[in-house]
Nanobody, 120 residues
Framework: QVPLVESGGGLVQAGGSLRLSCARTNNMPVMGWFRQAPGKEREFVAAIRSSGDTYYGASAKGRFTIARDNAKNTLFLQLNSLKPEDTAVYYC?????????????????WGQGTQVTVSS
């Protein structure tokens, strides 16, 4: 099992920024970020292929940026203009990308998550 490890979460005021990292990606074909708020389903945030092609969920477009450093086996998610509704546990995930990238079924490996809390 690939031990994906997220970091970079924390408490930030509305309008602020955070940068999440996910280590040990092992250059999997597709890497993604999902988030889960209390009482809600896990939601697709963004994904990136090894080619560099990126995909974003509606909540992320224009504010979040996904990137990967294949040489360092690390995935990033830059969170800008954060809102209280962005509060959630953010998970990184990796897989072969054989299914739709917005679906959890496209990912085999998951990290433990990192908490992001945005105060108003």
């Amino acid at each position: 099992q690939v031990p994906l490890v997220e970091s970079g979460g924390g408490l930030v005021q509305a309008g602020g920024s955070l940068r999440l990292s996910c280590a040990r990606t092992n250059n999997m074909p597709v890497m993604g970020w999902f988030r889960q708020a209390p009482g809600k389903e896990r939601e697709f945030v963004a994904a990136i292929r090894s080619s560099g092609d990126t995909y974003y969920g509606a909540s992320a477009k224009g504010r979040f940026t996904i990137a990967r450093d294949n040489a360092k086996n690390t995935l990033f998610l830059q969170l800008n203009s954060l809102k209280p509704e962005d509060t959630a546990v953010y998970y990184c995930a990796g897989g072969p990308g054989s299914d739709s990238l917005t679906s959890r079924t496209a990912y085999i490996y998951w990290g433990q998550g990192t908490q992001v809390t945005v105060s108003s």
